[in-house]
């Protein structure tokens, strides 16, 4: 199986160690290979269609500019190929902006990054990592729609279940967890998430965007 | 109508201000001091005066049903002691139709009739006055010419003679309060008529308006009898013309009244309708010489109308406000009045009155008018005003909502300002430090370099630089940095065969919440967690929260919390820890048993 599946990685990391780092903990993951490092927006455009990699490891803040025009060009590409961001605290409100670009989640880049190989895999099986901090900016987006912003309808418009799911996550419990308090599968959590996700990213027009901005969401 | 009641009350109203008309006897002629009242003279079959025979004023002669005109010559003596030196004149308040006079044989007021049609100056008063050389010492003759229609009957009144000084203010009250006053009337009924005319023009779905400005179109037909000689028009038409718009009149008011109060009268009006177009047709197709009282005949259907107006109107009396009913109904009446009390001078050969008081009705139905137009008037200036009042409120409250939306924004902006300034700094750390952090623990973890010490001391920066970062965030909630607290510590407790028992419920609350209590908190806690992985060789460790607490167990063997043993394991940890719990308002509470330790933050 790990013949046959294969999937490769770009990363587009500026610093030298990190890079190496994040090289070096994805390649301990059979599935995956490294298939090129760039350290800026150019390079990391130029090996992405060369390489045309499955996933893309990328950093916001790079020299020549940010990350989130590799995650523009991830999500135009024409083949299959998701973007995750790589964050050093996973908090920043510029993993939102990430997010509605299309990054589908982050990986954190300090600490240890053992668990780094299986967050990259649960993101090509379809999951999306979520932080709580990225959870309250959603519920914050929801409700400061509903709280009757004049164009009125909410930024994101989530089920209750979605709302509660989002809540939980917000308070730092993990979806195993959440699971079991609503007594539904951890995968079934997942399934949530990523249709938060997928909202999120629906609602990703410019106007969107403007508005969040203007509220001082992004 | 189902109720003859109102009606009976009308007519006694009506019978009673007509009484009250009558005994006032306006216009009665009196003796005037220092004049001379003519009541005695000679009536003669010839301008010459043949045949005369005596008479006493008022004369009235009989009315005859016969067509064209008659003419009867009237002779007087004025006896004179001396000749006065200023002018003189003869007043003449009441006469019908026309009077050629002349004193001494010479003419001085009119003209013969020869074949012209008489003057209509029923209404109007004649003064003559008489230069002082007509006039001679001893018996001077007075000669009266009346011209004027059999079928009304020719009228002299009692006349004055005597200095034009004293009589013209007499004849000036007596041509103001008859002619003049139908003079006057005819200009009001025309501009009110012209005004009523362009408001419904403005406003054609209220034909009320058309109705009210046809009314005063028939009234000034009526004003121009009264107040005019119309004999240019010829006898004939001419009474038929006026006589019916009178009927018109009365009918056009009934239909306003009806509108006004809201009752359908549709059949009543039917019948009043058939009824002048009957006056219109008997009217033109009678014999000449019965036109005067076959018109007079019909005169019973306006006065009816008029009565009923008052009758509807007192039967739903309920249905107009108080006021306007009075005034309505007051003047209305007058209106009746007076138009039964002209019926009765018209009617009757002799009345014993002699003025006309029929072209006063027009002002009292001006004053109706005025009223309604002024009620209403004021009615929509007061719902203008109301709604000026609430259109002023209105602004006032807008205008004060946009002072605080402006005060808002330039808070908002001033915030903005501060809150991109922070996130410049935060940048900063996070991409400067913080990167800086990472590259060099990566450095170290890539090439096997450095040791433990610095290691444990870069990690320690780098979660400290976490905590701060966090606690900055501007809409930082403490279970969720406990959150992003855990997400972070997650990778270490799993290298220390750790996991965390996470029980996070309601948000906690702190009594003075900001970045640098939110930090001091996270820092207690992280803390206490780390102190937890070195020290207490545990396998769980619980994370607890409500409103006013946050707790931190574990199931390790736990330690003396003595000053000293504490201490020995913990450094100046505690200390601290306690230090910043009570700098947030918080209580530090440690217990520690075999079973294992918790610190417990409690505040209120």
């Known amino acids: 199986m790990a013949e046959t599946v294969s999937h490769s990685v770009l990363i587009v990391e500026d610093r030298h160690e990190i890079a190496l780092r994040l090289k070096a903990a994805i390649e301990k993951t059979p599935e995956l290979t490294v298939c090129a490092v760039a350290d800026d927006v150019d390079g990391g455009l130029n090996q992405l269609f060369e390489h045309k990699p499955r996933i893309v490891l990328v950093d916001l803040g790079l020299p020549d500019g940010s990350g989130i025009e590799v995650i523009k060009a991830v999500v135009a590409a024409n083949w299959t190929c998701e973007a995750l961001v790589v964050s050093i605290f996973g908090d920043e409100a510029r993993v939102i902006e990430a997010l509605r670009a299309g990054a589908r989640g982050y990986v954190l880049k300090s600490g240890s990054l053992a668990n780094i190989g299986n967050d990259v895999l649960s993101v090509i099986e379809g999951g999306s990592p979520i932080s709580p901090q990225i959870a309250r900016h959603l519920l914050a987006m929801v409700s400061s729609g509903a709280a009757g912003s004049p164009e009125g309808s909410p930024l994101i418009d989530l089920t209750g279940r979605e709302t509660e799911i989002l809540n939980a996550v917000a308070k730092g419990y993990k979806r195993r967890e959440i699971g079991e308090k609503l007594g539904i599968s951890t995968g079934t959590v997942g399934n949530h998430i990523n249709n938060i996700y997928q909202k999120l990213n629906v609602n990703s027009n410019t106007e969107a965007i403007a508005r969040a901005t203007r509220m001082g969401l992004l | ?604």
């Open chain 2, 1 to 604: 109508m189902q109720n003859s009641r109102p009606f009976i009350i009308v007519l006694a109203w009506i019978a009673g201000l007509t009484s009250l008309i009558w005994v006032l006897d306006i216009g009665s002629i009196k003796p005037i001091d220092g004049t001379v009242m003519l009541t005695q003279g000679r009536s003669c079959e010839t301008p010459d005066c043949a045949e005369p025979v005596d008479i006493d004023l008022p004369l009235h002669y009989p009315e005859l049903y016969a067509a064209g005109h008659e003419s009867r010559y009237l002779s007087f003596d004025l006896p004179l002691q001396d000749v006065p030196d200023d002018l003189q004149a003869l007043y003449l308040p009441s006469f019908a139709d026309e009077v050629f006079l002349r004193v001494n044989g010479i003419p001085v007021y009119g003209s013969e009739l020869m074949d012209r049609q008489p003057a209509r100056m029923w209404n109007i008063p004649v003064l003559a006055t008489i230069p002082p050389n007509l006039l001679k010492v001893g018996q001077n003759r007075i000669d009266v010419a009346l011209y004027g229609y059999p079928q009304e009957g020719l009228v002299l009144e009692r006349f004055h003679f005597g200095s034009a000084k004293v009589l013209v203010p007499h004849y000036n009250w007596r041509f103001l309060t008859s002619a003049g006053m139908a003079r006057f009337n005819l200009g009001f009924m025309a501009v009110a008529g012209i005004m009523l005319g362009i408001i419904w023009a403005a406003r054609r779905s209220e034909a009320i308006y058309a109705v009210l400005a046809t009314s005063c179109a028939f009234a000034c037909i009526i004003c121009i009898h009264f107040g005019f000689d119309t004999s240019v028009i010829g006898y004939r038409w001419w009474s038929l013309i006026w006589q019916v718009s009178v009927s018109i009149y009365v009918f056009l008011i009934f239909r306003f009244c009806n509108h006004y109060i809201g009752e359908d009268l549709k059949p009543l009006e039917n019948v009043s309708l058939v009824l002048i177009a009957a006056e219109l047709v008997v009217g033109s197709l009678v014999p000449a010489p019965y036109l005067f009282d076959t018109l007079l005949l019909f005169k019973l259907h306006p006065s009816l109308l008029s009565f009923l107006v008052l009758a509807v109107l007192l039967g739903n009396r309920s249905k107009v406000d108080g006021h306007d009913l009075r005034i309505f109904f007051f003047f209305l009446s007058m209106a009746s009045a007076m138009g039964v009390y002209e019926l009765y001078i018209i009617a009757v050969v002799d009345p014993g009155r002699n003025q006309h008081i029929f072209q006063f009705m027009p002002l009292a139905m001006l004053c109706v008018c005025l009223w309604l137009v002024i009620s209403r008037f004021m009615l929509s200036l007061r719902s203008y005003e109301e709604l000026t009042g609430t259109l002023k409120q209105t602004i006032a409250a807008k205008t004060e909502e946009l002072r605080l939306t402006y005060e808002k924004l330039g808070e908002a902006e001033r915030l903005k300002a501060i809150n991109d300034e922070r996130q410049r700094i935060m940048l900063d750390l996070h991409d400067g430090i913080g990167g800086q952090l990472v590259n060099t623990l990566a450095y170290m973890q890539n090439n096997g370099k450095g040791d433990a010490v610095i290691r444990t001391a870069l990690e320690d920066a780098l979660r400290d630089l976490s905590l701060m970062l966090d606690s900055l965030e501007t809409d930082a909630s403490i279970s969720t940095l406990l959150g992003m607290l855990r997400t972070r510590l997650e990778a270490l407790l799993a290298e220390h065969a750790l996991e965390f028992d996470w029980r996070i419920d309601d948000e906690p609350d702190l009594p003075n919440a900001g970045p640098s209590q939110t930090l001091n908190l996270l820092r207690i806690v992280q803390e206490s967690i780390t102190n937890i992985i070195k020290h207490a060789g545990a396998s769980v460790i619980t994370v607890a929260s409500d409103r006013n607490s946050i707790s931190i167990s574990d199931n390790g063997n736990g330690f003396d919390t003595g000053p000293q043993e504490g201490r020995k394991r913990h450094g100046h940890g505690l200390a601290g820890m306690r230090r910043r719990a009570a700098s947030i308002g918080a209580e530090f509470d440690l217990t520690s048993d075999a079973t294992g330790t918790t610190v417990r933050l409690v505040w209120r």
